[in-house]
């Protein structure tokens, strides 16, 4: 069981203690726990017992339930407070702004058990006379559910993309010989996925045994010689393909997709009197085989150039292969430095050195750290005093540290009408500032974009962070012209970031390039709370790569110096007014 699985179930058990109205400490030490084990660099389940109490955050009960977890797959504690419920109670905590408080009144007041009540009680005015249940609050809970049915059966691919290693490290432990693919959205790097797809070439057909009997698996879908289907926990239904060595790059390229992609390739081939599929190229009137075994070889034989997965949307990559001008994909070891993180200052969980010794160790040369401000009161935000104090503090820790560079930074709130969380004579004196959106999201679209533009006229705000708000499967972005952000971006010299946060993962793989056809900079941050953070930058170079970026176009890939001259508050002749705060 992977840490993922156990801090679900630890984050659900406080999420049932926090419905049945329990001890606020007890909530908070399977929150606390669940968030050790989401951070932990080691796998939990290896661990014993007196090793899990030695992590802070899991005691000795906790650690207990852990191990009854790991070792036979449930926990009775869990499993009676599911019991103390109906099983449509749970679904509700899924809807953006409800949370356990929440559900909480609204099945002790109203007894509704399902997303289907809640409409209903919603949309019948049901709601009303409970506490903080008005009709704005009864739009907000519609627009939730509206928005949770649209996500239904999707994952983030992150998530998706671990299940599936997990998957493949379990099968391939009983046939180590065999070459393991991921396919369809997943080796793509789209932003959610639907299934798991594998494929296992030079595989026995007893392998199929073996994957029906994985351990998460909740029902079988169908097992044969060549394909077997299951449903795993948390709804993931997974797909395992056998094909043989000489079809390996046709079956690649054909569950790799995306499906225009496939049927313009597909189209091409016909054209010139060939047939296509997931076997291989062949000549239409005889079947002689053309290509199949690599992807090289197969895109070479349709006179294309190899075309990476990210790329394979119709986004013009088939003329761009033609022509030999595929972008030079940025790749993650192109970036030197990390512009975006939080520490123990405000509400990440390590502190300046501790953040600063796992960059280094990451092969980072350089990071920003860049706390929150005052408003976003619920993460400790910084004041001028106490930013200007940390920043102080920054630099002391930079001077103890060889072969990293510490910059002192700030995430600063947009206010709703438009001004920076802090003054102009503090922010003046950081080396960067991210200028962010933490509140507000329901302007309308001419309030949120002239809100962010009057921002950007700030000649203090080098970077607009998470430019688009979107949580993935969880709200959608607010209501912003991207264009207008653009091109004032571009007046400006601002940069706009990709937020590498897999449920972010903004801004979005299409409006990066359209920035970056603009003229507009890019920075990829982790956007890290802990430590462990830092691996997420993957997520945000898949972003950049979905979007055609090359390495040239990221700001964070420079060195150091080249940074600093690349900021907006060092380049001439791109100054907007300042904003007093």
């Avoid at 699985?5 to 049932?16: K, P, T």
């Avoid at 045994?209 to 077997?228: C, I, M, N, W, Y």
């Avoid at 920003?368 to 401000?373: G, P």
Wanted: charged content about 30%; hydrophobic content about 40%.
């Amino acid at each position: 069981m992977d840490n993922l699985a156990i801090a679900h179930v630890l984050n659900e058990i406080a999420d049932l203690l926090e419905i049945r109205d329990e001890n606020p400490f007890r909530i908070r030490a399977y929150r606390n726990a669940a968030s050790a084990v989401t951070d932990s660099g080691e796998r939990i389940a290896d661990l014993t017992d007196p090793a899990l109490r030695q992590i802070p955050g899991i005691g000795k009960d906790i650690a207990g339930r852990i191990r009854e977890l790991v070792e036979s797959g449930q926990c009775r504690y869990h499993q009676e407070l599911l019991a103390e419920f109906p099983p449509g109670v749970l679904d509700l905590l899924h809807l953006q702004g409800i949370g356990p408080k929440t559900v909480a009144l609204l099945y002790g007041s109203r007894r509704i058990q399902s997303v289907d009540e809640l409409e209903q009680a919603a949309r019948g005015g049901a709601l009303r006379g409970l506490r903080g249940l008005g009709p704005k609050k009864e739009q907000l809970i519609l627009k939730a559910i509206d928005e949770w049915r649209r996500h239904a059966g999707r994952h983030l691919t992150p998530d998706a993309w671990e299940v599936a290693t997990g998957v493949v490290d379990y099968l391939r432990d009983t046939s180590p010989h065999t070459t393991f693919d991921i396919v369809g959205s997943l080796r793509r790097g789209a932003d959610t996925c639907g299934d798991i797809d594998i494929l296992a070439c030079g595989a026995a057909p007893d392998l199929m045994a073996h994957f029906v009997r994985h351990p998460h698996v909740e029902r079988v879908l169908g097992q044969g010689d060549t394909k077997s289907s299951v449903r795993l926990r948390k709804g993931y239904q997974t797909d395992l393909r056998l094909v043989v060595p000489e079809s390996r790059g046709a079956a690649l390229q054909y569950f790799t997709g995306s499906k225009l992609h496939n049927i313009e390739l597909r189209d091409r081939a016909l054209r010139r009197g060939w047939k296509l599929n997931e076997y291989g190229l062949f000549q239409a009137s005889d079947g002689t085989r053309l290509a199949g075994d690599t992807e090289e070889a197969l895109y070479a034989a349709l006179d294309l150039a190899h075309i990476p997965p990210e790329l394979r949307e119709m986004r013009g990559e088939i003329d761009a292969a033609k022509e030999g001008t595929l972008p030079r994909l940025i790749e993650l070891s192109d970036l030197r430095g990390d512009l975006h993180m939080h520490t123990t200052a405000t509400d990440g969980r390590d502190d300046v050195e501790t953040m600063a010794r796992a960059a280094k160790a990451a092969g980072l040369s350089y990071i920003a750290i860049t706390d929150h401000s005052q408003a976003l009161a619920m993460a400790n935000g910084l004041d001028e005093a106490q930013a200007l104090a940390h920043a102080r503090r920054i630099r002391e820790v930079a001077a103890q540290i060889e072969g990293v560079t510490l910059l002192a930074g700030i995430e600063c709130d947009i206010r709703p009408d438009g001004q920076l969380d802090l003054a102009d004579d503090c922010l003046a004196q950081l080396d960067i500032v991210i200028a962010s959106v933490h509140s507000a999201f329901n302007q309308s679209p001419e309030e949120m974009t002239n809100r962010v533009l009057r921002a950007m006229e700030c000649r203090y705000v080098d970077v607009i962070g998470h430019p688009t708000g979107r949580l993935l499967l969880r709200r959608d972005p607010y209501a912003i012209h991207v264009e207008r952000l653009i091109a004032a971006a571009a007046q400006h010299g601002v940069a706009l970031e990709i937020n590498s946060l897999i449920e972010r993962r903004d801004l979005s793989d299409a409006h990066a390039r359209l920035a970056r056809d603009r003229g507009v900079k890019l920075v990829i941050s982790s956007d890290a709370h802990s430590v462990r953070a830092f691996g997420g930058l993957r997520w945000g170079v898949m972003t950049a790569r979905r979007g055609w970026i090359e390495a040239k176009d990221v700001l964070n890939t420079l060195p150091l110096e080249a940074l600093r001259r690349g900021l907006r508050r060092s380049r001439k002749g791109k100054r907007g007014k300042g904003v007093k705060a």
